[in-house]
């Protein structure tokens, strides 16, 4: 299984690259990878009812999200970002103790770290009492709510380490936003760790998985 997904990462990556999606950092090998049309993706994200109802959001750190989180800190939400490889545990971002015309600053790893507050995992609780809403990178994703990371599973284990503290649990929505491109056609391979994505937004569309059609009614979740 690990090697079908690796395979369907390099398929995306070089796809990316040959067809002048891939955006800076590059090569985009690697990486949860940034790609033209990210601002339009988060605008599309931000205007759903799932969005508009959360106040604290848990969104990580790579490039292809930084304009989610500026949204988030321009619309006075709290933001939870994880530290690279969560080797200094969180940044909490109060947009209510940034000066707005930071915010963009703040919305990128070295502004986050210049302007929030570092928290190791286990003292979040003594800030925010529930995640809302994640919101994570990919490098591919399905329609049944399978999704793929750059294979290190930081992904992961930044959502075992937010539930085991209880900031998350089974009714916490996960959303993402990637490229048309790298909305897989056939159902990706999968481990019972893997968090599945409930939400996904392109540059072109919303679209529901079906894991998030199921999780929505049965949590009571309104999502687009």
Not at 175 to 186: C, L, M, N, P, R
């Amino acid at each position: 299984m690990k090697e079908e997904k690796q395979r369907i990462r390099l398929v995306i990556w070089e796809a990316m690259e040959k067809r002048g999606i891939a955006r800076f950092p590059r090569p985009v090998k690697g990486r949860i990878p940034n790609f033209a049309g990210a601002e339009t993706a988060a605008g599309l994200l931000v205007n759903t009812r799932v969005w508009k109802s959360s106040s604290v959001l848990k969104i990580n750190p790579d490039s292809p999200q930084r304009p989610v989180r500026q949204r988030a800190l321009e619309e006075g939400k709290l933001l939870i970002m994880p530290t690279p490889r969560l080797k200094s545990g969180f940044i909490i971002l109060d947009p209510s103790l940034i000066p707005q015309r930071y915010y963009k600053d703040a919305s990128t790893i070295r502004g986050a770290f210049r302007l929030g507050k570092i928290v190791p995992a286990d003292d979040l609780p003594n800030t925010v009492s529930h995640v809302d809403l994640i919101v994570e990178g990919s490098v591919a994703v399905d329609r049944e709510g399978g999704r793929l990371g750059k294979g290190e599973g930081y992904g992961d284990k930044e959502y075992a380490s937010l539930h085991n503290i209880g900031l998350v649990d089974r009714c916490t929505p996960i959303a993402t936003t990637v490229h048309d491109i790298q909305v897989w056609k056939e159902p990706l391979p999968q481990e019972p760790h893997d968090a599945k994505v409930w939400l996904i937004a392109t540059p072109s569309r919303l679209i529901v998985t079906r894991y998030g059609e199921e999780k929505s009614s049965e949590c009571g979740i309104g999502l687009v």
